[in-house]
């Protein structure tokens, strides 16, 4: 069994140190302000004294930092598998370490290993979706499944012949928009699960607006208006300014981490409405049974809006959103192929 470890180490941003990697059989990171680091040097060492020298750096970015420069220096061994890309060629180039760490400044990068590179590189174009995807991170280092290094590996010119090439090129591209549809499938919940941590973690006052923000992008006006003794907020939303045109609605928003909104709420809810003939309930804890239940029966139309309901509308309606609202919870349009 193999005990090797298996790391993407990237030739630059885009790739751009690609030829000098190749050509001088090395792979380099930077941070080259901190200069020779000594090999058995541990962890919370290396990052103080990546703190003395990057003191600008937030917390983040240095233990990123310092985590990738420790990997380099410390857990990289000879004989572990490495690959690096070219986004030009669209090609991933294979090879094997062959030094310890090595400090040299005769490069653009200082921090070195010499590696020896395989003669061929793999086409990204002939992996699997999920590969692909795999290696994808932007990180500077990470490390690689070996399942993934045998897919690179399989499908190397050095391996296979100019048929199975053929042949492979045909099967990926007929998988490929299955696999892709999974992938964004995927991508989206995650995205919307971080969407709702962000909700859940805005305080009331921040959540009312947000609800408020979300309405006027619908096409609504909105109108805050203080309650009794809770301090809290109703929003009260109309087509127009005054609130005379209708529909005339009341929005209740229940900032809550546990607890269902229960029919005893709703129905207290309902008895609000004399001034108003329609109902918005939004919650980031969801409803209970017996609570829908009661909206459903109730004499004015009552629509209940959850967290996923909420984050949907916010994401639908984004772009129409105020500057206000959007710096609520600040997105950022990804665009995913067809």
Do not use: C
């Not at 060492?45 to 003395?52: K, S, W």
């Not at 459903?296 to 206000?324: C, G, H, M, Q």
């Amino acid at each position: 069994m193999e005990t090797n470890r298996i790391w993407m180490v990237r030739a630059g941003t885009g790739g751009y140190l690609i030829d000098e990697f190749l050509q001088n059989n090395i792979i380099a990171i930077g941070w080259n302000y901190l200069e020779n680091i000594p090999r058995d040097i541990s962890y919370s060492e290396l990052r103080r004294q990546y703190v003395e020298t990057y003191p600008q750096d937030s917390d983040g970015r240095t233990n990123q930092s310092a985590g990738q420069l420790y990997r380099f220096v410390v857990d990289f061994q000879i004989g572990d598998k490495v690959v690096t890309y070219d986004s030009g060629s669209r090609n991933y180039y294979l090879g094997e370490i062959i030094s310890e760490y090595e400090y040299n400044d005769s490069y653009e990068f200082f921090h070195t290993r010499r590696v020896k590179w395989m003669e061929h590189p793999t086409s990204r174009d002939v992996l699997s979706t999920d590969s692909k995807n795999r290696l994808g991170s932007v990180l500077t280092i990470f490390e690689i499944s070996r399942n993934v290094w045998n897919e690179v590996l399989s499908h190397n010119p050095a391996e296979m012949s100019e048929e199975q090439i053929v042949i492979e090129e045909k099967k990926e591209k007929e998988e490929e928009p299955k696999e892709l549809e999974e992938i964004r499938e995927d991508v989206e919940s995650k995205s919307t699960e971080f969407i709702k941590d962000i909700i859940a973690n805005l305080s009331w006052e921040d959540t009312e607006r947000l609800v408020a923000g979300i309405l006027r992008a619908i096409g609504y006006k909105t109108k805050m208006t203080r309650r009794g003794s809770d301090l809290g907020s109703d929003i009260s939303a109309s087509p127009d300014e005054l609130g005379l045109e209708e529909p005339r609605v009341k929005v209740e928003v229940k900032k809550r981490t546990k607890d269902r909104v229960t029919s005893q709420e709703i129905r207290s809810f309902i008895g609000g409405l004399r001034d108003f003939n329609k109902g918005i309930y939004v919650t980031t804890s969801g409803f209970s049974k017996d609570a829908r239940y009661d909206a459903e029966r109730a004499n004015f139309p009552i629509t209940l809006v959850d967290l996923d309901w909420l984050v949907e509308l916010l994401v639908n309606n984004y772009e129409k959103l105020d500057v206000e609202t959007k710096s609520l919870v600040p997105l950022k349009r990804i665009y995913w192929p067809l």
